[in-house]
């Protein structure tokens, strides 16, 4: 391979990554709208399990029909096992704790992911972060409060339980993220989604079973067709595409300035809420995306890392 070629792929590698970060922040941002919608209809672990249920159908679908294989046992149980973290803990906690919190709690709490994942790359992986990270962070951790501001209202009202629970779901959500960024190197995203989610799968649907089983959650008499479709629907576009869009970004850069795109999603959620649902965006919640989106863009152009080198097996998908 020519040295021309060479310095082209690093630079290739990295535009399809931001590209992918910012299409799964969108997709998540977009989720949740969608979310709401069923919320309305269908309990929270009931629609947990559909929602898996589906993007776990379609993955399987999308590795078979490219011929993907998931390789030795011993490697792929161990990247099922990272699934037990997100979707499975986080969720098993996170539902439990929204319903204790206020929305305005548990999207600041929640918007603290970030950093954990620059705290555990640095502990685990000893990925130091820079000034320019961490200021990036702080900013886009502004903007998000910014973009919440009409959640922020019940701010500091609601039950201590629920944030606690939010916060423990938003560190194994971050766990998730640094664990995946090792395995991603050498296991197709495709694949590597598959086998997560088929396993948090596995741990929602026990978990809702614990609920309706004893009383906790109740399905509904009736469940209106339109409804279930959106279920299986943001199910695809929540689960399916967000975190195959994560893990390609995840695949061609550092794992610190993944976290920051996170911080997206509450962008694309409002314009989502504002675009579908009517919901009026504020001039500070503006304010907040505009912040979000330059803290990306700025440490885009002021860190210079490569993507990590990777041999995969077979395709790329």
């Not at 977009?30 to 009931?46: E, N, Q, R, S, Y």
């Not at 973290?85 to 929305?103: D, I, N, Q, R």
């Not at 610190?256 to 965006?281: H, Q």
Request: proline share 5%; net charge neutral.
């Amino acid at each position: 391979m020519s040295e021309a070629v060479q310095d082209l792929r690093p630079g290739l590698g990295r535009g399809i990554s931001v590209v992918a970060m910012v299409g799964s922040a969108a997709c998540w941002g977009g989720a949740t709208v969608m979310t709401k919608g069923a919320l309305d209809a269908i309990p929270p672990f009931t629609l947990l399990s559909i929602q898996l249920a589906s993007s776990v159908a379609v993955l399987w679908l999308a590795v078979l029909a490219f011929g993907l294989r998931l390789g030795p046992r011993g490697p792929a149980l161990r990247a099922a096992s990272t699934g037990l973290f997100e979707p499975g803990l986080a969720y098993a906690v996170g539902v439990p704790g929204l319903a204790l919190t206020t929305a305005g709690n548990a999207s600041v709490v929640a918007a603290l992911e970030p950093v954990f994942v620059v705290l555990l790359a640095w502990a685990v992986f000893r990925v130091r972060p820079g000034w320019v990270v961490a200021g990036a962070i702080g900013a886009a951790l502004l903007g998000v409060c910014l973009v919440s501001l009409p959640d922020l209202s019940g701010l500091g009202q609601g039950d201590l339980r629920g944030d606690a629970l939010v916060l423990l779901g938003t560190a194994f959500a971050a766990i998730y993220v640094v664990s995946s960024s090792r395995l991603v190197i050498d296991t197709s995203p495709l694949v590597l989604t598959c086998l997560q989610q088929s396993l948090g799968l596995l741990v929602v649907v026990g978990l809702a079973a614990v609920a309706l089983s004893s009383g906790l959650e109740r399905l509904p008499a009736s469940l209106p067709r339109e409804m279930v479709l959106l279920a299986v629907v943001s199910g695809w576009v929540q689960y399916a595409l967000a975190f195959w869009l994560y893990l390609v970004g995840l695949r061609g850069l550092p794992v610190s300035v993944t976290g920051l795109f996170l911080t997206l999603t509450p962008v694309f959620g409002v314009t989502g809420g504002m675009l579908f649902l009517g919901e009026r965006i504020a001039s500070l919640q503006l304010a907040g995306a505009v912040l979000i989106v330059g803290a990306a863009g700025a440490m885009l152009t002021t860190t210079n890392t490569p993507a990590p080198s990777h041999d995969t097996q077979g395709s790329r998908h």
